[in-house]
């Protein structure tokens, strides 16, 4: 049987712990974390608080090693909402799986996009050889390409928030809020799709700690909190993420270019210098009701953008 074990230690000790698994360190990059690492079969995550949770067969066992477990209060009524989703289940990548994933919250110019995609286990092998896998690894053609030829084989759900509807509802929705109402709806919405066929698990490319996921969506009307899973680089675990990332990028790049044609401007990808340059022009053309269109306001950019504007 999996254990999972959480202790609260000091800096220090994670910092030995640190050198302790230095030979096992994962190259997992996981908000909030110290390091992630592998001993035997037991996952250890140390967290910037001083959180560690062990994970797998010898996870009480070599908690013990470094402290005590937290007291039985905070790790059971933590443990009971987060130790299912945590851990992936034997054999994940095969399995019947729902998996979401969001593009453009990083950049300055353009919408934000979720896509759900289902994979039917009979599906994985199919897509893995057409190439579908993460979205980074691929070029903007072969995105546009793939995306065209996943749409025609699997369900999917996909949800475009426009720059301009971004800047009415930021006020009131942090960007973490935005995605996790956005992931959550979609997935709703495709589980309606696809009823009474349900998959064997929901994968979230993870963008905010599943407490803080948990604590948005209950906000939430339709709230999807069964077989969720959440991890970073979701598309290494499953296809479906990687299907979905690969949707949620084409619709991406499909806005920029609209914004670009209507604009008549070369928008760009991304929150750097060459953003805030092209909100001047723009700026120039049509003030901030013309931006507001086109961009998320609330990025450093604007401000740097009205300083170049007024040069
Ligand atoms: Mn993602």
């Known amino acids: 049987m999996s254990q999972t074990q959480v202790i609260k230690v000091s800096k220090d000790t994670i910092k030995k712990m640190k050198s302790f698994y230095e030979r096992s360190l994962l190259n997992k990059q996981i908000p909030y974390t110290e390091f992630v690492a592998k001993s035997g079969t037991t996952t250890i995550t140390a967290y910037t608080s ?24 905070t790790a059971s009524t933590s443990k009971a909402k987060t130790t299912t989703s945590t851990a992936l289940p034997d054999n994940f990548s095969q399995l019947s799986v729902l998996g979401s994933d969001e593009v453009g919250n990083g950049s300055y110019f353009g919408p934000v996009t979720v896509c759900a995609a289902y994979v039917e286990k ?11 896998r993460d979205s980074k690894e691929l070029t903007d ?22 720059p301009e509807k971004y800047n009415q509802i930021q006020p009131k929705y942090n960007a973490v809020h935005m995605k996790v109402a956005l ?35 209950r906000s939430e009307k339709n709230q999807v909190r069964e077989k ?6 979701g598309e290494q675990y499953h296809v479906a993420v990687a299907a ?10 499909d806005e920029l270019e609209k914004e670009s044609q209507e604009l008549g401007l070369k928008v760009p990808s991304g929150a750097g210098s ?21 961009a ?16």
């Open 50 to 73: 001083g959180k560690v949770v062990f994970q797998g067969l010898e996870a009480e066992k070599i908690a013990a090693k470094w402290g005590a477990p937290s007291s039985n209060k």
């Open 274 to 294: 060459t953003a805030d340059q092209i909100a001047a022009k723009v700026l120039k053309k049509g003030g901030i009701d013309l931006l507001s269109k086109y």
């Open 122 to 132: 009979t599906m994985v092998a199919k897509l893995k050889a057409l190439g579908v």
């Open 296 to 311: 998320k306001l609330h990025f450093a950019n604007t401000e740097k953008a009205k300083k170049i504007a007024a040069k």
């Open 228 to 233: 969720l899973y959440f991890i970073t680089k």
């Open 244 to 253: 979905a990332s690969i949707i949620s990028r084409a619709a991406f790049l």
């Open 141 to 162: 053609p072969q995105i546009r390409q793939l995306a065209a030829v996943i749409k025609e084989l699997i369900p999917f759900r996909l949800l475009i928030v426009e």
């Open 183 to 217: 992931h959550n709806q979609a997935i709703h919405l495709l589980l309606d799709d696809i009823a009474p066929v349900k998959p064997e698990a929901i994968l979230i490319d993870q963008f905010t700690p599943e407490s803080n996921y948990k604590k948005y969506v």
